[in-house]
T-cell receptor, first 114, second 109 residues
Framework: GAVVSQHPSRVICKSGTSVKIECRSLDFQATTMFWYRQFPKQSLMLMATSNEGSKATYEQGVEKDKFLINHASLTLSTLTVTSAHPEDSSFYIC??????????FGPGTRLTVT | EDQVTQSPEALRLQEGESSSLNCSYTVSGLRGLFWYRQDPGKGPEFLFTLYSAGEEKEKERLKATLTKKESFLHITAPKPEDSATYLCAVQFYNNDMRFGAGTRLTVKP
Protein backbone atom coordinates (compact mmCIF):
# COMPACT_ATOMS: atom_id res chain seq x y z
CA GLY A 1 0.00 0.00 0.00
CA ALA A 2 0.83 3.73 0.16
CA VAL A 3 0.72 4.60 -3.52
CA VAL A 4 0.50 8.23 -4.62
CA SER A 5 -0.11 9.22 -8.22
CA GLN A 6 0.34 12.50 -10.03
CA HIS A 7 -1.11 13.66 -13.29
CA PRO A 8 0.18 14.73 -15.69
CA SER A 9 3.74 13.44 -15.51
CA ARG A 10 4.90 16.04 -18.00
CA VAL A 11 3.30 19.22 -19.26
CA ILE A 12 4.42 21.97 -21.59
CA CYS A 13 2.46 25.19 -21.60
CA LYS A 14 2.76 28.67 -23.02
CA SER A 15 3.65 31.65 -20.89
CA GLY A 16 0.55 33.25 -19.39
CA THR A 17 -1.58 30.13 -19.29
CA SER A 18 -2.56 28.10 -16.23
CA VAL A 19 -1.74 24.48 -15.50
CA LYS A 20 -3.40 22.11 -13.04
CA ILE A 21 -1.56 19.18 -11.46
CA GLU A 22 -3.44 16.44 -9.62
CA CYS A 23 -2.16 14.39 -6.71
CA ARG A 24 -4.06 11.32 -5.55
CA SER A 25 -3.49 8.84 -2.75
CA LEU A 26 -4.68 5.60 -4.30
CA ASP A 27 -4.93 3.19 -1.38
CA PHE A 28 -5.17 5.32 1.74
CA GLN A 29 -6.81 8.46 2.99
CA ALA A 30 -4.51 11.40 3.47
CA THR A 31 -5.56 14.06 5.90
CA THR A 32 -2.55 16.12 4.88
CA MET A 33 -0.90 16.55 1.52
CA PHE A 34 2.19 18.52 0.66
CA TRP A 35 3.50 20.19 -2.47
CA TYR A 36 7.20 20.45 -3.18
CA ARG A 37 9.31 21.96 -5.90
CA GLN A 38 12.66 20.59 -6.98
CA PHE A 39 15.25 22.24 -9.19
CA PRO A 40 17.88 20.17 -11.02
CA LYS A 41 20.37 18.53 -8.67
CA GLN A 42 18.79 20.22 -5.68
CA SER A 43 16.70 18.88 -2.86
CA LEU A 44 12.99 19.29 -2.34
CA MET A 45 11.64 22.63 -1.21
CA LEU A 46 8.30 22.62 0.54
CA MET A 47 5.84 24.99 -1.09
CA ALA A 48 2.68 24.41 0.89
CA THR A 49 0.79 22.09 3.19
CA SER A 50 -2.86 21.34 2.59
CA ASN A 51 -5.42 19.74 4.85
CA GLU A 52 -8.66 18.36 3.53
CA GLY A 53 -11.41 20.95 3.61
CA SER A 54 -9.29 23.86 4.73
CA LYS A 55 -7.03 26.49 3.20
CA ALA A 56 -3.46 25.57 2.40
CA THR A 57 -0.57 26.88 4.44
CA TYR A 58 2.12 28.35 2.23
CA GLU A 59 5.82 28.57 2.98
CA GLN A 60 7.45 31.96 3.11
CA GLY A 61 8.13 33.31 -0.34
CA VAL A 62 5.55 31.15 -2.11
CA GLU A 63 2.81 33.22 -3.74
CA LYS A 64 -0.55 31.78 -2.77
CA ASP A 65 -2.33 33.59 -5.60
CA LYS A 66 0.03 32.08 -8.13
CA PHE A 67 0.09 28.55 -6.79
CA LEU A 68 -3.51 27.67 -5.99
CA ILE A 69 -3.98 24.55 -3.91
CA ASN A 70 -7.25 22.72 -3.41
CA HIS A 71 -7.65 19.70 -1.17
CA ALA A 72 -11.19 18.69 -1.98
CA SER A 73 -11.16 15.18 -0.54
CA LEU A 74 -9.04 12.82 1.53
CA THR A 75 -7.53 11.37 -1.62
CA LEU A 76 -7.14 14.34 -3.96
CA SER A 77 -5.20 17.59 -3.91
CA THR A 78 -4.60 19.86 -6.87
CA LEU A 79 -1.97 22.50 -7.57
CA THR A 80 -2.79 25.12 -10.19
CA VAL A 81 0.04 27.27 -11.48
CA THR A 82 -1.67 30.42 -12.69
CA SER A 83 -0.29 32.74 -15.35
CA ALA A 84 2.76 30.55 -15.70
CA HIS A 85 6.11 32.03 -16.67
CA PRO A 86 9.35 30.33 -17.75
CA GLU A 87 10.78 30.70 -14.25
CA ASP A 88 7.97 28.46 -13.00
CA SER A 89 9.45 25.59 -15.00
CA SER A 90 10.41 22.95 -12.49
CA PHE A 91 9.73 19.49 -11.13
CA TYR A 92 6.68 19.54 -8.85
CA ILE A 93 6.20 16.69 -6.42
CA CYS A 94 3.34 16.02 -4.05
CA UNK A 95 3.26 13.82 -0.99
CA UNK A 96 0.47 12.39 1.11
CA UNK A 97 0.71 11.70 4.80
CA UNK A 98 -0.77 8.70 6.51
CA UNK A 99 -1.90 8.57 10.12
CA UNK A 100 1.53 7.16 10.98
CA UNK A 101 3.04 10.51 9.85
CA UNK A 102 4.97 8.88 7.05
CA UNK A 103 4.91 10.83 3.82
CA UNK A 104 4.65 9.01 0.53
CA PHE A 105 5.58 10.86 -2.61
CA GLY A 106 4.09 10.94 -6.05
CA PRO A 107 6.22 10.41 -9.16
CA GLY A 108 6.42 14.13 -9.88
CA THR A 109 5.30 16.43 -12.68
CA ARG A 110 7.77 18.08 -15.01
CA LEU A 111 6.45 21.51 -15.96
CA THR A 112 8.00 23.42 -18.85
CA VAL A 113 6.75 26.91 -19.62
CA THR A 114 7.71 28.23 -23.04
CA GLU B 1 18.27 27.74 13.01
CA ASP B 2 17.04 24.29 11.99
CA GLN B 3 19.47 22.55 9.67
CA VAL B 4 19.77 19.20 7.97
CA THR B 5 23.17 18.38 6.48
CA GLN B 6 24.02 15.32 4.45
CA SER B 7 27.48 14.06 3.69
CA PRO B 8 29.16 13.26 1.49
CA GLU B 9 27.56 15.15 -1.36
CA ALA B 10 28.56 12.38 -3.75
CA LEU B 11 29.91 8.89 -3.19
CA ARG B 12 31.33 6.46 -5.70
CA LEU B 13 31.69 2.82 -4.64
CA GLN B 14 32.72 -0.37 -6.28
CA GLU B 15 30.15 -3.14 -6.24
CA GLY B 16 30.41 -4.91 -2.90
CA GLU B 17 32.21 -2.02 -1.16
CA SER B 18 30.19 -1.20 1.96
CA SER B 19 29.91 2.37 3.22
CA SER B 20 27.75 4.79 5.19
CA LEU B 21 25.91 8.01 4.41
CA ASN B 22 25.51 10.63 7.10
CA CYS B 23 22.65 12.96 7.96
CA SER B 24 23.28 15.39 10.80
CA TYR B 25 20.61 17.71 12.13
CA THR B 26 20.19 20.60 14.49
CA VAL B 27 16.47 21.02 14.96
CA SER B 28 14.06 21.53 17.77
CA GLY B 29 10.76 19.74 17.97
CA LEU B 30 11.77 16.69 15.95
CA ARG B 31 9.04 14.11 15.47
CA GLY B 32 10.99 11.75 13.24
CA LEU B 33 13.72 11.32 10.66
CA PHE B 34 13.04 9.87 7.24
CA TRP B 35 15.24 8.32 4.58
CA TYR B 36 14.19 8.31 0.95
CA ARG B 37 15.73 7.11 -2.29
CA GLN B 38 15.26 9.21 -5.41
CA ASP B 39 16.03 8.14 -8.95
CA PRO B 40 16.47 10.82 -11.66
CA GLY B 41 13.17 12.29 -12.82
CA LYS B 42 11.13 10.45 -10.20
CA GLY B 43 9.61 11.17 -6.84
CA PRO B 44 11.33 10.04 -3.63
CA GLU B 45 10.72 6.46 -2.56
CA PHE B 46 10.16 5.92 1.15
CA LEU B 47 12.79 3.78 2.86
CA PHE B 48 12.73 4.25 6.64
CA THR B 49 11.34 6.29 9.48
CA LEU B 50 13.23 6.59 12.77
CA TYR B 51 11.64 8.18 15.80
CA SER B 52 14.00 7.79 18.73
CA ALA B 53 17.73 7.70 19.43
CA GLY B 54 19.08 4.17 19.34
CA GLU B 55 16.48 2.98 16.87
CA GLU B 56 17.65 0.89 13.91
CA LYS B 57 15.81 -0.36 10.85
CA GLU B 58 16.90 -2.65 8.04
CA LYS B 59 15.74 -3.38 4.54
CA GLU B 60 17.75 -5.65 2.27
CA ARG B 61 21.24 -4.09 1.98
CA LEU B 62 20.27 -0.91 3.84
CA LYS B 63 20.33 -0.20 7.54
CA ALA B 64 19.39 3.11 9.12
CA THR B 65 20.42 4.21 12.60
CA LEU B 66 19.61 7.28 14.67
CA THR B 67 21.32 9.20 17.44
CA LYS B 68 20.33 12.49 19.03
CA LYS B 69 22.34 14.45 16.49
CA GLU B 70 22.65 12.33 13.36
CA SER B 71 21.50 9.38 11.37
CA PHE B 72 23.48 6.95 9.27
CA LEU B 73 22.38 4.94 6.28
CA HIS B 74 24.66 1.93 6.00
CA ILE B 75 24.88 0.17 2.67
CA THR B 76 26.27 -3.34 2.82
CA ALA B 77 27.74 -4.91 -0.31
CA PRO B 78 26.03 -2.45 -2.66
CA LYS B 79 24.99 -3.33 -6.19
CA PRO B 80 24.79 -1.04 -9.23
CA GLU B 81 21.02 -0.89 -8.84
CA ASP B 82 21.55 0.87 -5.51
CA SER B 83 22.82 3.90 -7.42
CA ALA B 84 20.51 6.83 -6.66
CA THR B 85 20.28 9.98 -4.59
CA TYR B 86 19.54 9.27 -0.96
CA LEU B 87 17.65 11.98 0.89
CA CYS B 88 17.12 12.38 4.58
CA ALA B 89 14.42 14.59 6.02
CA VAL B 90 13.40 15.64 9.49
CA GLN B 91 9.76 16.00 10.36
CA PHE B 92 8.52 18.52 12.89
CA TYR B 93 5.48 18.15 15.09
CA ASN B 94 3.55 20.49 12.79
CA ASN B 95 4.08 17.90 10.01
CA ASP B 96 6.52 20.09 8.08
CA MET B 97 9.52 18.27 6.66
CA ARG B 98 12.92 19.69 5.91
CA PHE B 99 15.13 17.83 3.50
CA GLY B 100 18.87 17.58 3.30
CA ALA B 101 20.57 18.19 -0.03
CA GLY B 102 21.05 14.49 -0.60
CA THR B 103 23.94 12.14 -1.30
CA ARG B 104 24.37 10.98 -4.90
CA LEU B 105 25.52 7.39 -4.74
CA THR B 106 27.10 5.67 -7.72
CA VAL B 107 27.94 1.97 -7.51
CA LYS B 108 30.18 0.70 -10.27
CA PRO B 109 30.16 -2.95 -11.33
Amino acid sequence: GAVVSQHPSRVICKSGTSVKIECRSLDFQATTMFWYRQFPKQSLMLMATSNEGSKATYEQGVEKDKFLINHASLTLSTLTVTSAHPEDSSFYICSAQRDSYEQYFGPGTRLTVT
Amino acid sequence: EDQVTQSPEALRLQEGESSSLNCSYTVSGLRGLFWYRQDPGKGPEFLFTLYSAGEEKEKERLKATLTKKESFLHITAPKPEDSATYLCAVQFYNNDMRFGAGTRLTVKP
